[in-house]
């Protein structure tokens, strides 16, 4: 989430053609590279995505933060949507693009502005697999210095279940799975980025155990933000409490980790309190996060000390600075952060499938976070009892609900 207040829409069902056929055990792994940090509150990583015939490479995020899947498009004038990635899908060079709906309209972006769109749909790789056709919006009109720190040219929403997934466009995770390319057994999607190396993988369908400590595990329930109308897209969960050094800024609000975000952010006044708390001259206090559970049922933490939210600007008008990474965003009640936090951990989204005659539908049911091997300890819990992911065979209708 940018900051962007989303396009009130009426959820549907998707429209995508179930395949029968089930990919068992399948994990579709993405990797993703890493653009420049910049000051924008936007994630500096993105996977190299293939758009039309013959593909057209995209810097493209994969974003748990939005609920639809969008391009910078040669809609633009030259002038406009000018972006530090560059990249712009050329519909007319792609013999298999088709327009869906020509009709303009609005995408409020917050504090960003706003962008306009059309819809279309395209042959879109996102790995070395077969292309799927997916319906998408193309840019034809966007402005302002956050776009124009922008590393990438689009993005494809990871949404918090097929209820809140943008209907005028394709929900993805669903899309895989109706091809039969991602395990509905194992509905899970997971990040891990080397800013280091500026490497990473988004992958649909699978944990990579080998690379965090199990011990580690922290379940985050999901639960929607309704402080806002149409924002339960957002993989949101319970935080208990929200404490700058030794000081308690704020109790039971909401947390939520979104991997098309860099900073923290979201609530006036807990992101203001915490500036001014980590610029009091000889402090730089840790953050700690109070929240979620272990596989033993205890209560977790995370504790993100200086060197982890004073980041080194790398591109912008702030390059070389080392800013602290707190950004209000009148989100009442939220504290939302990306790649700030997600570069030190492994993230997992999970949900619940439910198979229907259009396909299969999914909820949400949380997230996971661990510590990666090899990594910074932030999740200060552990637990004896070791995580171990467990498929959910997709439910019928008419079936009761599976318990965890």
Known sequence: MRGRSPVSVAPTPSKRVHVAARAAGAALAVPLVSGPYQNNGASQWYANVGIG????????????????IWTTSTLCAPTSCLHYGGGRFDYQKSSTFEFVDTTPITVDFGPWGSMTV????????????????????????????QFEQLDWDGGIGI?????????????????????????????????ITDPGTGQ???TFGGIDLDAVELDSAVFLP??????????????????????????????????ALDSGSSQFKGDDFIM??????????????????????????NAASIV????????????????????????????????????????????TYEYSVTETEHG????????????????????????????????????????????R
């Open 159 to 191: 949404p918090s279940g097929s209820d809140y997934a943008d209907p005028r466009v394709t929900f993805f995770v669903a899309a895989l799975m109706n091809a039969g390319l991602m395990d509905p057994d194992m509905p899970y999607v997971s990040f």
């Open 304 to 347: 993100v000390p200086p060197s982890v939210y004073m980041v080194e600007i790398e591109a912008g008008p702030q390059k070389g600075q080392v800013l602290a990474q707190f950004n209000p965003l009148g989100m009442t009640g939220l504290v939302l952060v990306g790649s700030v936090l997600m570069d030190q951990i492994y993230t």
């Open 53 to 68: 015939t013959p593909a057209q490479s995209l810097k493209i995020a994969i974003d748990s933060g939005a609920n639809f």
């Open 200 to 202: 990473g993988l988004a």
């Open 222 to 255: 999901w639960t929607p933000y309704t402080q806002f109308p149409n924002v339960q897209y957002v993989w949101s969960t319970p935080l208990s409490q929200y404490l700058v050094g030794g000081k308690l800024v704020a109790a039971n609000v909401q947390f």
């Open 118 to 145: 059309e819809s279309g749909n395209d042959d879109v790789a996102a790995a070395p697999v077969p292309a799927l056709p997916l319906t998408f919006f193309l840019s034809s009109n966007y402005s302002g210095s």
């Open 360 to 403: 299969y539908h999914l909820t949400p049911v949380g997230m996971w976070i661990f510590n990666k091997k090899g990594g910074p300890q932030l999740i200060q819990s552990t637990s004896a009892t070791s995580f171990a992911p467990r498929p959910r065979a997709p439910h019928k209708p008419g079936q009761k609900g599976q318990m």
């Open 272 to 297: 203001d309190e915490t500036q001014r708390l980590v610029k009091t001259p000889g402090m730089q206090p840790n953050v700690t996060l109070v929240l979620g559970i272990t596989p033993d049922g």
